[in-house]
């Protein structure tokens, strides 16, 4: 059996850290297990082993601030004239669009 004496290093917005490794401890998984078997499965696969894509939908931080603030105005607008749905029928529209 060989030492486990690499050491990797990661730079993450500690309330992502905090969230991820919550969830890791539900399922009683340590950080370093979980990296050892990611890049178990980088060498099985030779890929990243899940799908790395562009979302279709508008992200914030692809939008200058003048689009964004043009879709939120539109939103509030839609949203004072009452062109809205109530929430659990957009998320039953969410959740059949999934």
Do not use: C, H, W
Not at 45 to 74: E, H, Q, R, V
């Amino acid at each position: 059996m060989s030492n486990k004496t690499a050491n990797v290093t990661a730079r993450v917005q500690p309330e992502i850290k905090q969230q991820a490794e919550s969830v890791l401890d539900r399922l009683g998984i340590p950080v370093s297990v979980l990296i050892d078997s990611l890049y178990r499965q980088i060498i099985m696969t030779n890929s990243i082993p899940y799908s790395l894509s562009i979302p279709a939908i508008p992200t914030a931080d692809a939008m200058s601030k003048a689009d964004f603030d043009a879709m939120m105005g539109k939103g509030l607008a839609q949203a004072k004239a009452g062109e809205g749905l109530e929430l659990d029928d957009a998320f039953a529209k969410i959740n059949a669009s999934i």
